[in-house]
T-cell receptor, first 115, second 112 residues
Framework: DTGVSQNPRHKITKRGQNVTFRCDPISEHNRLYWYRQTLGQGPEFLTYFQNEAQLEKSRLLSDRFSAERPKGSFSTLEIQRTEQGDSAMYLC?????????????FGSGTRLTVV | RKEVEQDPGPFNVPEGATVAFNCTYSNSASQSFFWYRQDCRKEPKLLMSVYSSGNEDGRFTAQLNRASQYISLLIRDSKLSDSATYLCVVTPFDTGRRALTFGSGTRLQVQP
């Protein structure tokens, strides 16, 4: 286990289609986060899990977005009825504990393009 | 007003120069502070944590001023490889919000 893994790396989809992304965190990390990053901006928080519990969702996470972490390991982020404004890099991060000096480890991201 | 504000740059500096980035944050409950580095089309990576007493890691020095809600990063003897976007990051661990809040980043271009 060398880090946070995200799949796919790139996704091009037509507007209105559903897409699902997967994140495999570092195995011993119990916290998992999803962020979205658009060009020229820093990553924006979407949601986070502690083990399998989804503890917080940003107001950015509209009803079309849903995230799961069913067994407290990998997580999926689904976007239904995609819109062009959903085009962004979707980043997953994991951590062992808040406030640690280790920061968070990010995956390489999934770049979504909605055409 | 954004929770974390940074000058977007770009900062264009020659190799060997010293460059400083500043960042302000609005949430006084912020407890932990970081600088992340992000290369073009790559994920952010932790550069260094920022401690109240200030801290140094090689050519990089970070400072925190809680009273002014201000964080800085100083890079000495800039290298071409330092060219990247530097993201200021805060997080309030004393509230329910556990996630990182990022600034928009400051772009650095070190020129030969």
């Amino acid at each position: 286990d060398t880090g946070v893994s995200q799949n796919p790396r790139h996704k091009i989809t037509k507007r209105g289609q559903n897409v699902t992304f997967r994140c495999d965190p570092i195995s011993e990390h119990n916290r998992l986060y999803w962020y979205r990053q658009t060009l020229g901006q820093g990553p924006e928080f979407l949601t986070y899990f502690q083990n399998e519990a989804q503890l917080e969702k940003s107001r950015l996470l509209s009803d079309r977005f849903s995230a799961e972490r069913p067994k407290g390991s990998f997580s999926t982020l689904e976007i239904q009825r995609t819109e062009q404004g959903d085009s962004a890099m979707y980043l997953c991060a994991s951590s062992l504990a808040p406030g640690s000096n280790y920061g968070y480890t990010f995956g390489s991201g999934t770049r979504l393009t909605v055409v | 007003r954004k929770e974390v504000e940074q000058d977007p740059g770009p900062f264009n500096v020659p190799e060997g120069a010293t460059v400083a980035f500043n960042c302000t944050y609005s949430n006084s409950a912020s407890q932990s502070f970081f600088w992340y580095r992000q290369d073009c089309r790559k994920e952010p990576k932790l550069l260094m944590s920022v401690y109240s007493s200030g801290n140094e890691d090689g050519r990089f020095t970070a400072q925190l001023n809680r009273a002014s809600q201000y964080i800085s990063l100083l890079i000495r003897d800039s290298k071409l490889s330092d060219s990247a976007t530097y993201l200021c990051v805060v997080t309030p661990f004393d509230t329910g919000r556990r996630a990182l809040t990022f600034g928009s980043g400051t772009r650095l271009q070190v020129q030969p």
